[in-house]
């Protein structure tokens, strides 16, 4: 890409910052490098990651900006083999198949929880711009070749969230509301660029962390209690996000320790993962015809999961597991499985 501006006439300038804009008549003129100034028709803003300066020189120079809703969160990291065997339902994938990776959508309250920027075989880096910040990112090389996976896993940040800090910083408020909560995050260690961290399972559930794993970040992680510090928003929403049943397989995947659902299933049973409203509510009154509490299907064996992805009517479902010991269930994570059930693999 360097080459290829070069080649066009294009100068590549290292170690230069922005830190003024020039604008003549209500235009763009040009940007300044400290004392040096480079004049231009146009200028194409390629932000990247955290640079709020570069928004806040644009507010002081009166440049229009508005504030939109954004997503925040934690970053997971699990063995990359856990990864592979769930999703190649091999022991290990081989020298031909690359790293897999996964995917993860919920909602709560109507507030999206999601997976993003999913790195296999890769590597968790410190990402923080400014001291006393506490942030990091993912990234995979290009032999995917490490031994860990990572992916954030994140929730939207609306703008009734940062809503309290308008009257101070205006469009800004949610620079701030980031910069609160990386400031935050530094202040649980306050040791240059260790990490806090926390065993997921212990985060959803609302414990401490007695150890921590191995971890591919290098400046070091140091346990806290993460879901007592952060913003309620945030902690409230992947708490929840990862609590959802459709994500029991996803917290199984990182701590095969787990309970997971799907690890208890005799194999002739049938399991529906989804969330459709409808199929939700006839399963419950399907199962109250049935006349069974939870316990009576756990100990009888019979299927125990959560309708999800069926895009057939109630009718055509019902026809498509009679037969089957099917019966609707909606988490998994506080529920206790008999050991009786032979494990599905």
């Known amino acids: 890409m360097r080459q290829t501006i070069v080649d066009a006439g294009g100068q590549v300038l ?5 830190t003024d804009v020039r604008i003549r008549n209500g235009k763009i003129a040009g940007v300044c490098l400290g004392d040096t100034t480079v004049e231009g028709a146009a200028v194409i803003l390629a932000t990247g990651h955290s640079a709020r300066d570069i ?3 644009l507010h002081r120079r009166g440049v229009r900006i508005e504030a ?10 699990h063995p990359q083999q856990l990864i592979d065997r769930a999703q190649y339902h091999l022991p290990e994938r081989g020298e031909y198949l690359p790293a897999a990776s996964y995917s993860l959508v919920s909602q709560v ?7 993003f920027c999913m790195c296999p075989g890769g590597f ?3 990402a923080m711009t400014r001291a006393g910040e506490s942030v990091v990112n993912g990234m995979s090389p290009s032999g995917r070749n490490s031994v860990f996976a990572n992916s ?3 929730t939207e940040i609306r703008l009734s969230d940062f809503e309290h800090l308008r009257a101070e910083h205006g469009e800004l408020a949610g620079l701030r509301f980031q910069q609160q909560f990386e400031e935050l995050a530094y202040r649980q260690i306050g040791d240059r660029q260790i990490a806090p961290a926390q065993r997921l399972a212990d985060f959803v559930a609302g414990k401490a962390s007695g150890s921590l794993p191995r971890c591919s970040y290098v400046p070091g992680i140091a346990a806290t209690r993460m879901e007592q510090w952060m913003p309620g928003t945030i902690s409230d929403a992947l708490r929840g996000g990862l609590a959802f049943s459709a994500a029991d397989r996803y917290q199984a995947l990182i701590y095969p320790e787990f309970a997971c659902a799907a690890d208890y299933l005799p194999a002739e ?3 529906f993962f989804c969330d459709h409203g409808n199929l939700r509510r006839s399963a419950q009154r399907a199962q109250e015809e049935l006349g069974m509490m939870l316990d009576s299907l756990l100990q009888s064996g019979l299927l125990c999961g959560e309708l999800c992805d069926f895009s057939a009517d109630w009718e055509q479902l019902c026809g498509r597991v009679a037969g089957h010991g099917a019966a609707f269930f909606d988490s998994f994570l506080a529920a206790s499985y008999p050991q009786s059930l032979r494990l599905w693999q």
Do not use: D, Q, T, W
Request: hydrophobic residues 50%; positive net charge.
């Open 14 to 18: 290292f170690g230069a910052k922005i």
């Open 55 to 57: 928004y806040e020189i």
């Open 68 to 77: 939109k809703p954004f997503a925040m969160g934690v970053r997971a990291e």
């Open 109 to 115: 309250g109507g507030r999206g929880v999601y997976s």
């Open 124 to 126: 968790i880096v410190p």
């Open 152 to 154: 954030g896993i994140v």
């Open 269 to 271: 049973a049938l399991v």
